[in-house]
């Protein structure tokens, strides 16, 4: 069992505490799970409603000139780039008689680079017959371009090689002419420059070849890349599976649905504050908690008698408090009425065993005093008409300390109370204004009982060192020296009963 002390000297407080964040999000499973299966009807409703409309696909090899084997997919990138162009849709519409606009006819085709040099292009129609003509018509229309705008590249390479050779002839020419001027001398500097001249000639010669290959291999290629673009998969209609969509989509709107549910429940958790662990509700009051009861009924024969004796514990337990006690004692509750009031009437009748009880109901829009009493049950009487309840009886006061509560009459209900928190309903600001308010009026608490704690909740939320906090009543012993200037105050811990709900009973 995980114990928690509170000194005087405080420590830090973490900016997020995880495990408080966790549990508060756990709680509010209604909330991201209503949201992930509203996410999976959308979802499934989207699919049935609005289903994709006729779609072909096909696919073509597209080669090119500067194919390399380290290619990152630039080559076909500017491929897909190329068919969505008003020249490719005006092209393709051509072929159709198609009156519909390029820029119109673009939004209903688009084009994926499968590999560097595959290229798919799907389409959508009306139907799947015209689906299938577009996704023929747009292949057809970029297989034509592309293999134009490569034979008019090698073209113009052909040409500017051929261009290049004739201006090397033309040199050639001058340099035989000036050979063929030059007679033969025995000066060396006149020998010299016919070598010159020679090599020259020479040089010219083999670059007149190259330009003569190169343009011979830029007009060779052509043919390579005309055969090998070419459509390799004919256009088909693609089937729609609208179960399979269904599911898909469903799934794909309950993830999204989950995912935001849990970011709504976590942003309202840490925005809210609302304490959920029991260290943290004792914390904040200032008390110890001494049990905890589950917030709903428990399905199941075998857990509702774990629940029926769980309450009779805690009944026992506050009689024991109560009979101990010469100042009159109350139940105060914050965020759950009915518990309180229902833990009220059992604490009252285990006490009228031995003596006579008056139950002063003060709780705001559950009067106890109106409902129909039932035979043995304890009196119980309106807050305004407290002072009509026989003399020497004990009065066991219920009230509230939820907002809007009157402070000043708290301590007309009793002097020690017992508070009745539901965890998670209250705010950290508003548990410090109760503890701050019952002390003001110097209402001594003494212990806390949660309702519908977290049942994987391994903090027993009690508090040791308790100079600084409200008293706890039962269990304290006066203070004692220890040897040193400083009174120490020893208390015996009240362990909290605990009851397992459903899930934790599972486990």
Not at 22 to 30: K, L, M, N, S
Not at 176 to 202: H, M, V, Y
Not at 208 to 226: H, K, S
Not at 376 to 387: F, I, K, R
Request: hydrophobic content about 40%; some cysteine; aromatic content about 2%.
């Amino acid at each position: 069992m995980t114990t928690d002390r509170t000194t005087d000297a405080q420590a830090p407080v973490p900016l997020l505490d995880l495990q408080s964040l966790v549990v508060a999000v756990r709680r509010r499973r209604r909330l991201w799970s209503s949201l992930a299966l509203l996410g999976v009807l959308a979802g499934g409703a989207l699919a049935v409603l609005l289903p994709p409309p006729p779609t072909a696909v096909t696919k073509v090899l597209v080669a090119h000139k500067e194919d390399q084997p380290n290619d990152t997919g630039t080559l076909i990138r500017t491929d897909v780039e190329l068919l969505r162009t008003t020249r490719i849709a005006e092209a393709a519409l051509r072929t159709l008689d198609s009156r519909v606009k390029p820029e119109d006819f673009m939004e209903d085709y688009r084009g994926t680079g499968l590999t560097n040099n595959l290229l798919e292009i799907t389409a959508t129609g009306d139907d799947d017959a015209q689906a299938v003509a577009r996704a023929a018509a747009l292949a057809d229309a970029f297989v034509t371009d592309h293999v134009r705008r490569m034979r008019e590249t090698a073209e113009a390479e052909a040409e500017a090689l051929l261009a290049q050779r004739e201006r090397t002839r033309d040199e050639l020419a001058e340099v035989n002419e000036a050979i063929g001027d030059r007679s033969p001398q025995s000066d060396p500097k006149a020998a010299a420059s016919l070598e010159t001249l020679f090599a020259r000639r020479a040089e010219l010669g083999s670059r007149i070849a190259d330009f003569d290959q190169r343009a011979a291999e830029a007009r060779t290629g052509t043919p390579r890349i005309v055969a090998g673009t070419q459509i390799v998969d004919a256009p088909r209609a693609v089937r729609h599976s609208l179960p399979k969509a269904a599911v898909t989509d469903a799934g794909i709107g309950g993830v999204l649905g989950l995912v935001l549910g849990l970011v709504v429940a976590a942003v309202g958790a840490v925005v809210a504050d609302r304490p959920v662990l029991r260290r943290e509700v004792a914390a904040h009051l200032g008390a110890s908690v001494i049990a905890e009861l589950p917030r709903r009924r428990p399905a199941g024969p075998w857990r509702s008698r774990r629940m029926r004796a769980a309450r009779e514990r805690l009944t026992a337990s506050l009689a024991r408090t109560v009979r101990g006690s010469a100042e009159p004692v109350s139940l105060l509750e914050l965020g759950h009425a009915r518990g309180t009031g229902a833990i009220a009437l059992d604490l009252a009748a285990a006490l009228a065993a031995r003596e006579p009880v008056t139950v002063v109901d003060a709780l705001p829009g559950l009067p106890l005093a109106r409902r129909r009493p039932k035979p043995g049950d304890p009196a119980v009487v309106c807050d305004e008409n407290a002072a009509q309840a026989p003399d020497g009886e004990r009065r066991l006061g219920v009230g509230s300390v939820a907002p809007g509560t009157a402070w000043t009459d708290l301590r007309h209900l009793g002097t020690r109370t017992v508070l009745v928190v539901r965890a998670g309903h209250g705010s950290a600001a508003w548990l410090h204004t109760v503890a701050r308010q019952l002390a003001d009026q110097r209402v001594t608490v003494l212990g806390v009982v949660l309702i519908d704690p977290d049942p994987r909740d391994r903090t027993d939320g009690t508090l040791w060192d308790g100079p600084d906090h409200a008293l706890r009543g039962r269990g304290e012993r006066p203070a004692r020296r220890n040897g040193t200037e400083r009174p120490r105050t020893e208390r015996l811990p009240m362990r909290a009963a605990r009851v397992p709900d459903g899930d934790e009973e599972g486990r």
